[in-house]
T-cell receptor, first 115, second 112 residues
Framework: GDSVTQMEGPVTLSEEAFLTINCTYT??????LFWYVQYPGEGLQLLLK?????DKGSNKGFEATYRKETTSFHLEKGSVQVSDSAVYFC??????????????FGSGTQLTVLP | GAVVSQHPSRVICKSGTSVKIECRSL??????MFWYRQFPKKSLMLMAT?????????EQGVEKDKFLINHASLTLSTLTVTSAHPEDSSFYIC????????FGPGTRLTVL
């Protein structure tokens, strides 16, 4: 079945440091890939996505490139801020359920950015 | 737009009682809602897919008689944990679909 493996946390960085959170996946088809972010006390929010190989998703300074050859979708940001502190989930969507596609999530990575 | 709410945010109950969790899409209609369960330091596990007006589709290993799902309208789905036991203690998250999945803030269930 489909699965997502992401870097275990927690990750603690100083402000303006470079961030990488690794994510690899296994899927039977051609999945779409996502990064979600969960701020304390809030629901998951879509951060960025990519729907096919070599696509790059980007948002709020975060980027991730869909690498089919390495089955990876690593999240990067060049200069993190304290406000980026949150839990980050990598996910893929490969199966359909009616009109909606189901998501398979990684275990989440807690990021703490110190001032 | 695309806000999903859950109620309650936290609930503590005694073993053997039933608990109902509501998931509402506040500003859009969602034909499909998903229910997830999240264990500490674990990923979100899909429990079931809830389609408005039809029976929910449960993932393998999820007891449908234990976790009752009702999706009576395009803006409301409910998850009832029946005869709850301490092992049912977890964080339950719903999502509603409108081109993409929008997630609720989750419900922390503690069964004593």
């Amino acid at each position: 079945g489909d699965s997502v493996t992401q870097m275990e946390g927690p990750v603690t960085l100083s402000e303006e440091a470079f961030l990488t959170i690794n994510c690899t996946y296994t899927a039977t088809g051609y999945p779409s890939l996502f990064w979600y972010v969960q701020y304390p006390g809030e629901g998951l929010q879509l951060l960025l996505k990519a729907t096919k190989a070599d696509d790059k998703g980007s948002n709020k300074g975060f980027e991730a490139t869909y690498r089919k050859e390495t089955t990876s979708f690593h999240l990067e940001k060049g200069s993190v801020q304290v406000s980026d502190s949150a839990v980050y989930f990598c996910a893929l969507s490969d199966r359909n359920s009616g009109s909606a596609r189901q998501l398979t999530f990684g275990s989440g990575t807690q990021l703490t950015v110190l001032p | 737009g695309a806000v999903v709410s859950q109620h309650p945010s936290r609930v503590i109950c005694k073993s053997g009682t039933s608990v109902k969790i509501e998931c509402r899409s506040l500003d859009f209609q969602a034909t499909t809602m998903f229910w997830y369960r999240q264990f500490p330091k674990k990923s979100l596990m899909l429990m079931a897919t809830s389609n408005e007006g039809s029976k929910a589709t449960y993932e393998q290993g999820v007891e449908k008689d234990k976790f009752l799902i009702n999706h009576a309208s395009l803006t409301l789905s409910t998850l009832t944990v029946t005869s709850a036991h301490p092992e049912d203690s977890s964080f339950y998250i719903c999502s509603a679909t409108k081109n993409e999945q929008f997630f609720g803030p989750g419900t922390r269930l503690t069964v004593l």
